[in-house]
């Protein structure tokens, strides 16, 4: 098969973000205008590629991510399975290491390697990665579909890397993200390889 391409997208700022609140799947939050103004600059820089088909989650952040190619009438999914994490009860709540000791806590057991540990009321890496799978197959099943746009969540995100590219949960914190940043990888028909690391710079001001 030929290569597939497919680029990988975090949504674009929410007011959560900028305030430092948890947002996980339980909070349908929308972009605001920084975030609305990253969306533009990506289209802008992307809207040349023949993307066959674009995924997100179900939440809007995401659909509003990815509004210009939906307006191009490009076919378009989500699923449930890129939606972010769920933080529980920590939902909606703005989280700082001297207010919330058992977060933090929880973090540190995933980087020692527990990643079946999780906030009361949310949802482990070990869970997120086992609903994602079934879409990683529908990747891998789909070869008529040569060049992908994929728009998901900072955690999910770093999950599903570790899976495409074989590595322990215990080490998704080595993949970074910013809203509207862009990992591209390619999928050879039996393995996945990064092409471009976190690339930002559709998101600089014009001129710089």
Known sequence: ????????????QTDFNVRGIVQGSGIDSSLN?????QAGRF???????????????VLRRTHQSVQGFLDQQLPHEQHVALNEISWGTREGTRISPEEDEEYYGVLRQWTAGNT???LPGGESPDEVAARQRPFIELLKTRPAEETVLVCMHGRAMRVLLCQLLNYPLRYMDAFDHRNLG????HYSGSMFTVRSFLDVAHLQEPGQ
């Open 43 to 57: 289209h802008a820089a992307y809207a040349h590629l023949p993307f066959d088909r674009v995924y997100t989650s």
């Open 116 to 118: 079946a540990a999780r």
């Open 1 to 12: 098969m030929s290569v597939k391409k497919i680029y990988l997208i975090r949504h674009g």
């Open 182 to 185: 862009l990992y591209q990888l």
């Open 33 to 37: 205008a920084t975030g609305h103004q």
